[in-house]
Structure formats: structure tokens, C-alpha cells
């Protein structure tokens, strides 16, 4: 430092000052204000993308809380439909089951009743064919019994002993 300060010459320095006033000048001039300018270009650059990124932020929040919000309505909208069409199920159901059961009854309605007519036409069957075996069989005997005039006589009398006269 000794050396610095016994070499200290008055016009080197003077020309250093100018030369640095002059390089400040010319920086002041022409290189401060652009970089001043990008600088403060640069900050509200970043200004503005915290910003756009904090508007950003809300809307996501916005979009999140409205996606929540639709999510349970369409849960609630699910769990209605299931609702709907579980019922819908039961009553279809309970529906089948009743159309079957009057079916069922109606198909026993009809079985009885044609079981009935199948019964009547079968005893009306019987009765006629009974009938006409009573008549063969009366026929055959009226025949032998009254195969000699004796035998035809006594049968007129007898009846006519049963008729009362009024």
C-alpha cells in the first residue's frame, strides 16, 4: 500500500475521474434506462404471473369446489335413480306376482269348472247307459214273465188293484 501511494500521480487520476464521469455519463445516457426499464418490465412480469398464478389458484379452487359440487349431485342423482328403479323392481315384481296368482286362480276356476262339466256329462253318461241297461233288463224281464196269458193277466190286474179311483 506504501508503494500505491508514493506512485499516486494527480494526472493519471485526473484522467480516471473524467474517463469514469464519462462512462457514467454515457451509462446514465444511453445503458440505465433500457436496463431500468427491463428491470422494472421484468417485475411487473413477475408481478403479474403471481398474480395470473394466485387467479389461477382460485379457479382451481372455484373448479374444485364446483366439481365437488357436482360429484354429490350426481351421487345423489345415482342413489335416486337406484332408489327409482328398485322400486320400479318391486313393483314389477309384486305386479308378477299378483297377475300370476289371479291367473292361478282363474286356471283353478276353470279346471274346477270343467272338471264339474266333465263330472256332469260323465253322470248324465252313466244315468243314460244305467237307464237303458234298467230298460233291456226289464224288457227281458217282461218278457219271460209274461211269455204265458196267465202271467199277462195277473200283471193287469195288479196294477189296476194299485190305481185308486178318485
Do not use: C, Y
Not at 337406484?82 to 309384486?94: C, D, G, N
Request: hydrophobic letters at 50%; glycine letters at 4%.
Amino acid at each position: 500500500m506504501d508503494k500505491l501511494i508514493h506512485d499516486f500521480s494527480f494526472g493519471l487520476f485526473f484522467w480516471m475521474a473524467i474517463i469514469l464521469l464519462v462512462i457514467i455519463f454515457l451509462l446514465g445516457k444511453f445503458a440505465w434506462k433500457p436496463i431500468i426499464n427491463a428491470l422494472e418490465a421484468r417485475e411487473e412480469g413477475i408481478a403479474d404471473a403471481l398474480a395470473a398464478a394466485d387467479n389461477a389458484k382460485r379457479e382451481m379452487q372455484n373448479l374444485k369446489a364446483s366439481n365437488e359440487k357436482l360429484l354429490a349431485e350426481a351421487r345423489a342423482e345415482r342413489d335416486a335413480m337406484l332408489k327409482e328403479a328398485r322400486e320400479m323392481k318391486e313393483k314389477i315384481v309384486a305386479e308378477a306376482k299378483n297377475e300370476a296368482q289371479a291367473e292361478g286362480e282363474k286356471m283353478i276356476q276353470q279346471a274346477k269348472a270343467a272338471i264339474e262339466n266333465e263330472k256332469s256329462a260323465a253322470m248324465a253318461d252313466i244315468k243314460n247307459h244305467v237307464s237303458g241297461l234298467s230298460i233291456e233288463i226289464a224288457e227281458k224281464l217282461m218278457k219271460n214273465q209274461l211269455a204265458d196269458t196267465q202271467a199277462q193277466n195277473q200283471l193287469v190286474e195288479s196294477l189296476l188293484n194299485d190305481v185308486k179311483l178318485n
